[in-house]
T-cell receptor, first 115, second 112 residues
Framework: SAVISQKPSRDICQRGTSLTIQCQVDSQVTMMFWYRQQPGQSLTLIATANQGSEATYESGFVIDKFPISRPNLTFSTLTVSNMSPEDSSIYLC????????????FGPGTRLTVL | RKEVEQDPGPFNVPEGATVAFNCTYSNSASQSFFWYRQDCRKEPKLLMSVYSSGNEDGRFTAQLNRASQYISLLIRDSKLSDSATYLCVVKLGGGGSYIPTFGRGTSLIVHP
């Protein structure tokens, strides 16, 4: 499986500001995903990051709030824009390079607190 | 009704106990099923896939009941290190073209 790293690992931000989270994979992967996990809740898919085209967003998530970049097959960024306390969550980058693309591998996550 | 439902627990059991979790899913067209484990402040990791005929991996047994639309995970001879949150995951199909749906997880605490 690919090794996934994320930066920053955690941050505390003021409301109204934006934070960009970086995800680096140590090998080329076709599909990358961004998830959010709020306290006590399940993982919720924000979007699929597509290389060379716009990200595909899930219901309830929009590009203006969560712009995503995917400049190549090993890297992606997620920006959380105009943050409010409701955006406090863990944000996880993920890819599916496993056998038959069934297994989902996750980065260590970025723990975001918005004051 | 949520797509994937789990009892959040926590299940608090002594070492050596047998514990079972269930997970129900709403979409009868679902094809692929998994259990993931998530340790505190860590990312989720695949524990095991769930096959139609049921499957076992050491102390862990997973089963699928399509008629009632649920999957189960049985842990025998619980260890302290089994303490974690267990996430039920369901996909409409196999392969990377299908997005998985995660349950909120069932918390297990194994105590001495």
């Amino acid at each position: 499986s690919a090794v996934i790293s994320q930066k920053p690992s955690r941050d505390i931000c003021q409301r109204g500001t934006s934070l960009t989270i970086q995800c680096q994979v140590d090998s080329q992967v076709t599909m990358m995903f961004w998830y959010r996990q709020q306290p006590g809740q399940s993982l919720t898919l924000i979007a699929t990051a597509n290389q060379g085209s716009e990200a595909t967003y899930e219901s309830g998530f929009v590009i203006d709030k969560f712009p995503i970049s995917r400049p190549n097959l090993t890297f992606s960024t997620l920006t959380v824009s105009n943050m409010s306390p409701e955006d406090s969550s863990i944000y996880l980058c993920s890819e599916t390079s496993g056998s038959n693309y069934n297994e989902q591998f996750f980065g260590p996550g970025t723990r975001l607190t918005v004051l | 009704r949520k797509e994937v439902e789990q009892d959040p627990g926590p299940f608090n059991v002594p070492e050596g106990a047998t514990v079972a979790f269930n997970c129900t899913y709403s979409n009868s067209a679902s094809q692929s099923f998994f259990w993931y484990r998530q340790d505190c402040r860590k990312e989720p990791k695949l524990l095991m896939s769930v096959y139609s005929s049921g499957n076992e991996d050491g102390r862990f047994t997973a089963q699928l009941n399509r008629a009632s639309q649920y999957i189960s995970l049985l842990i025998r001879d619980s260890k302290l290190s089994d303490s974690a949150t267990y996430l039920c995951v369901v996909k409409l199909g196999g392969g990377g073209s299908y997005i998985p749906t995660f349950g909120r997880g069932t918390s297990l605490i194994v105590h001495p």
